[in-house]
């Protein structure tokens, strides 16, 4: 019998043993400076990513978590204050709130893009609001005009979730210098990834990007004297010297993505699946940049069809199974789960297939075949019928 060909979800190794070499021969510079925390190539990356994300200021921290919890810091976020963020994320954007003593207040999602529902948003501000998060969630930005609107009625700050959106557009502008302060991750899964943790802070705005810096480093200036209450969050020169030789691919790896995308909406319209299973949307005047390609499958078949793939060593995974408001962790919240309608069926039913830069056509075709194989198993029910 064949053995098995599968498809990972994400194959680093593909992306990595590349730039072997080049990685190396900085670290090994980097070993013999002797300087390890912040320093020139932190500072380097700082100015490329910035230049590349519209803004004026890149500050590096530890991780995207940390960005988050930063820069509320800097909006003077704290106990009496409230936030407006969506449930279906990312923990880390609503931990980062409830760290302040501040209380995270959730909002729906538009079922098509899975970001934030600015109706909902308005239904939910009050004269408590000092900042709202919008998530770019899987690559795509929120709807930036109206939330920066809502935000500026009640004088609230806008801090955007770029986590996952490296270089996502919305309407020419991209993300992390849409709202006031944007949040960066280095997480390996993010488009760039870093060989370890680390994050960075974006913003077009001088007095709160001096903050931030002030905030990241124990709040500390000159050294030893300390100004205010701030944290230890450095990104280390190693990290940087990867990322900056990960930069220079980017905008390719970028490409790959969408070029995967486009493939498998065509993949999937060839196979008849399109009726059955919802595809990703790519909004008009948008930049989507494919964190995840995530679609839908209703009817309760998601978790079945995700054990059908993983027989076939076909990976996949679920972001995210619970909206945040459904979270042990939130219960003090007084939530229902069915308070925020579209979060809950987005939990139910969305499937993150395989989307990497280096994801081969053939590795597609096979991803698709197989989600048609359970489809015939149906008996070829479609999503209408
Ligand atoms: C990954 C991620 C984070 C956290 O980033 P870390 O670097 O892992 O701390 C925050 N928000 C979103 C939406 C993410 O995807």
Redesign the pocket.
Known sequence: MDEIKGVPLLDLKRQHDPLREEVLEVFGEIWDSNWFCLGPKVKELEETLAEYSGATHGIGCA??????LLALMACDVGPGDEVILPSF??F??ASAVTRLGATPVFADIKPTTFNIDPDDIAAKLSTATKAIIP?H?FGQCAEMDRINELAQSVGAKVIE?A??SIGAEWNGQRAGSIGDIG?F???P??NLGGAG???MLTACDEQLADRLNLLRGHGMRPRYYHKEIGVNSRLDAFQAAVLIIKMRHLDRYVEMRQTNAARYATLFAQAGLTDWLELPPEEDGRRHVW?QYVVRIGEGRRDELRAFMAEAKVGSEIYYPLGLHQQECFQYLGYSADSLPETLRAADEVLALPIFPELTAEEQERVVDRIAKYHASLGGASRAA
């Open positions: 991780s995207g978590s940390d960005a988050l994320t990312f880390a954007t998530v969630l979730d986590a996952q949040c991750s280095f997480y899964t993010k943790d680390g994050g964190n």
